[in-house]
Nanobody
Framework: QVQLVESGGGLVRAGDSLRISCALS????????MAWFRQPTGREREFVGG????????NYADSVKGRFTISRDNAKSTVYLQMSGLKAEDTAVYYC??????????????????WGKGTLVTVSS
């Protein structure tokens, strides 16, 4: 059974940087494409960034391009989201998600099979 556990969220100021992490257990991490989504209060869950099982094919939402970087360490079964130049509108619960490497090539919530419980990132202006 795949489990995803996020960590590293918190309260930061606008302009600060923050790195959040997500550890996968229960199956071979290298068999999964990984992604980060976020859900601001009262809004739908939205794609932030995705990375293929072998570390290639990074993909980002336009709203975070140039500020956020997704990366993975297959030896540690962990995916990261490095966030810089944070803005108040980045405030949200951030969710880690996984899908099998042979699955969809799209990055929507419906394309992901496993989800973490989320970590809250709050950016004060």
């Amino acid at each position: 059974q795949v489990q995803l556990v996020e960590s590293g969220g918190g309260l930061v100021r606008a302009g600060d940087s923050l790195r959040i992490s997500c550890a996968l257990s229960g199956r071979a991490f290298s068999a999964f494409d990984m992604a980060w989504f976020r859900q601001p209060t009262g809004r739908e869950r939205e794609f932030v960034g995705g990375i293929k099982w072998n570390g290639s094919g990074e993909n980002y939402a336009d709203s975070v391009k140039g500020r956020f970087t997704i990366s993975r360490d297959n030896a540690k079964s962990t995916v990261y989201l490095q966030m810089s130049g944070l803005k108040a509108e980045d405030t949200a619960v951030y969710y880690c998600a996984a899908r099998p490497m042979w699955g969809s090539t799209w990055w929507t919530p419906a394309d992901m099979e496993h989800w973490g419980k989320g970590t809250l990132v709050t950016v004060s202006s």
